[in-house]
């Protein structure tokens, strides 16, 4: 019968030590691909940049056009006051009260009053992105791009 060959001290190294390499690797890349806060956006007085935070409701404004909802916010850690401003896409419609809680991700532009973040906004790529959850229910761009042939059946006419 023949027997599988020895690993020497330096295969067993590798196999050892190459999983803890991955797992490293995994931490470093989620730890520093991480989207910034707010809090950071403002420090850096950065625009245009995406965020992912959350915020309370502290002040509506009133409504002036038909396609957006503003109100400003506060963060959770209760560190900044910003604009928060939702386009309305399609047939959602949020209906902000004082003191709830919106998460959200979307674009930051500075100012030296805090800023303001858009949701939905248009991307780099010209898609609309961004998302904002209030009261548990996800507001975003178009949910479903309209097809042209919806009607029909996956594979033409039958």
Known sequence: MKRPPELSWQDKAILISLPVVVFVIFILTNYYSKDPTIKEAFEGKVSGICVRDGGR???????????????????????????????????????????????????????????????????????????????????SGPRNQQNPNQNQPPYGPM
């Open 57 to 139: 409701i502290v002040q509506i404004y009133q409504q002036t056009a038909t396609d957006s909802v503003r109100f400003k916010m506060q963060t959770l850690d209760a560190s900044n006051y910003f604009d928060f401003v939702y386009n309305i896409t399609a047939s959602e419609t949020m209906k902000p009260e004082l003191g709830q809680i919106i998460q959200f991700y979307g674009q930051y532009n500075y100012d030296a009053n805090g800023g303001s973040i858009t949701v939905p906004y248009k991307g780099k790529s010209g898609q609309i992105d961004g998302w904002a959850i209030y009261k548990g229910e996800r507001f």
